[in-house]
């Protein structure tokens, strides 16, 4: 037994680092890299890893896109930090909120040469702390000295690699009986991944069979439609509807996952709103900010009901991508039940895009 952390802990520690402004020491095959993300960084720690060389921000191909960056290494650019360019043009690169108002970045130089791993570990990491996908990157020498004599996270990347881009194993952790509007007879079970990720939470209307189809929902956290009452989205509609029918059949699960908007996080998605009303749908927005359509791992559900005991579902829902996730991480689809409810004048755009776009039965 050890008390020294494990990559996983480790990298949720660089998580926090990132969130916080700190520099991360990530090392490769024969080369080492500082990352800070571009969101946090103040002007101190980038004048600081200015000393250190020459200094790139790696942003994803959807954002280069954007600036009109070459992403030479196909799903990333990048592109080095012009000598006089400070804070604000790092932040305007990162953040797309001004580009209408000062759409001219460039002239930008994109690196071509020399491996872009660490640098794509660097934005992966970015994004899972729920901040804009993208960070200033400097070469580095004597990685484990340096990490050890700043009191720097330090991220091997040929070990860490698969724990950075999977999803941590779930456990359950309390259930407890919550009697509820649309049913009396409601359990609250709440399961945490051995990652150090955020929790996840299955409802469970009745006392379904394990042995049958359940009627099932996988519903992602929606602070503004949830809670907020929000028109924009038909989310709060959608989790008050499934619920009712659970609760009018006597048995159901809903799931409902921590992936605010659509995986990217609360504060992402308002960007992404802040973006709307500007003109941009939601997958524009999405791919302005750096980000893909949809950035939710639905794997976690089927992991989740995989552990209560469910092998096949009635799955409520309009997205056939859940169903084909479903399908490929051992859950069954007996039935796809629509639920169409919640559209409003002011969200009517929002869901047109998402049948056209997304390819929702709306």
């Not at 004597?142 to 070990?159: E, Q, R, S, W």
């Not at 009712?244 to 809903?254: F, I, R």
Request: include cysteine.
């Amino acid at each position: 037994m050890t008390l020294h952390p494990t990559l996983p802990e480790r990298l949720n520690r660089a998580r926090a680092d990132l969130r916080m402004g700190l520099p991360v020491v990530l090392t490769g095959q024969g080369h080492a890299v500082l990352a800070a993300a571009a969101e946090t960084v103040d002007a101190d720690r980038l004048a600081a890893m200015r000393a250190l060389g020459d200094v790139a921000l790696a942003i994803t191909d959807r954002r280069a896109e954007t600036l009109k960056a070459r992403p030479y290494d196909g799903d990333l650019a990048r592109v080095l930090i012009p000598p006089d360019a400070g804070l604000t043009w790092v932040r305007a690169m990162a953040d797309p909120k001004d580009d209408l108002r000062a759409p001219m970045k460039g002239p930008l130089r994109t690196l071509r040469e020399g491996p872009a791993d660490l640098h794509r570990a660097a934005i992966q990491l970015a994004k899972s702390a729920q901040l804009l996908p993208a960070a200033v990157v400097v070469s580095v020498d004597h990685a484990v000295t340096l990490a050890a004599d700043l009191g720097l996270t330090l991220i091997p990347l040929a070990d860490a690699a698969a724990d950075l881009f999977r999803t941590g194993a779930l456990h359950p952790v309390v259930s407890a009986r919550l009697p509820m509007v649309a049913s009396e007879a409601g359990r609250v079970h709440i399961f945490r991944p051995d990652d150090g990720g955020v929790e996840h939470y299955a409802i469970e209307i009745g006392q379904p069979p394990r042995d049958a189809p359940v009627l099932a929902r996988l519903h992602s956290a929606c602070f503004t439609g949830d809670v907020l009452g929000s028109l924009k989205c038909d989310c709060g509609p959608q989790l008050h509807a499934a619920l009712a029918t659970m609760g009018a059949e006597g048995a159901g699960v809903l799931l409902y996952l921590n992936q605010e908007g659509r995986g990217i996080g609360l504060a992402n998605k308002m960007r992404a709103y802040a973006l709307q009303d500007q003109g941009f749908d939601t997958v524009e927005a999405n791919h302005r900010l750096g980000f893909e359509d949809d950035e939710r791992d639905f794997r976690i559900g089927a992991a989740i009901l995989r552990r209560m005991g469910f092998g096949s579902v009635r799955l409520m829902t309009n997205n056939p991508a859940k169903i084909a996730m479903m399908e490929g991480n051992g859950v069954t689809v007996t039935e796809r039940v629509p639920l169409k409810v919640g559209k409003t004048s002011q969200n009517a755009g929002y869901l047109a895009t998402k049948a056209r776009k997304s390819g929702h039965l709306l």
